[in-house]
């Protein structure tokens, strides 16, 4: 956790580490199991995306609940959504996914 709340400090960080384990990610799976790159990039892009609407409401409090309420916005909104982060671990769970969706299922040739 620590490790992640350090690499999600800065934009460039997070970003360098989203896009070394998307494409360690894509480079294992296309040479495991057969996929083409372009099969590969679209299929994790898909988990990807998917995952993050999954990991986007873990660890969220609202303005309300934290006592904060900005002058304007709803008071459901996010007091700290934490964006980076959950960049980081929605690339490390997509990773993860898009290698057992590799070995699990027959992709190849996508």
Do not use: H
């Not at 894509?26 to 099969?39: N, S």
């Amino acid at each position: 956790m620590a490790l992640i709340r350090l690499a999600a400090a800065s934009f460039w960080t997070t970003f360098a580490l989203v896009a070394l384990v998307t494409v360690a990610a894509i480079t294992i799976t296309v040479q495991a199991f057969g996929l083409r790159i372009t099969g590969g990039i679209a299929l994790y892009f898909v988990i990807w995306w998917t995952v993050l609407f999954a990991v986007l409401p873990f660890g969220v409090r609202s303005q309300a609940e934290a006592g904060d309420v900005v002058s304007g916005s709803e008071p459901g909104a996010p007091a700290a959504p934490a964006l980076r982060e959950k960049a980081i671990w929605t690339t490390f769970l997509a990773a993860v996914v898009l290698m057992v969706a590799g070995a699990l299922l027959p992709l190849s040739g996508l």
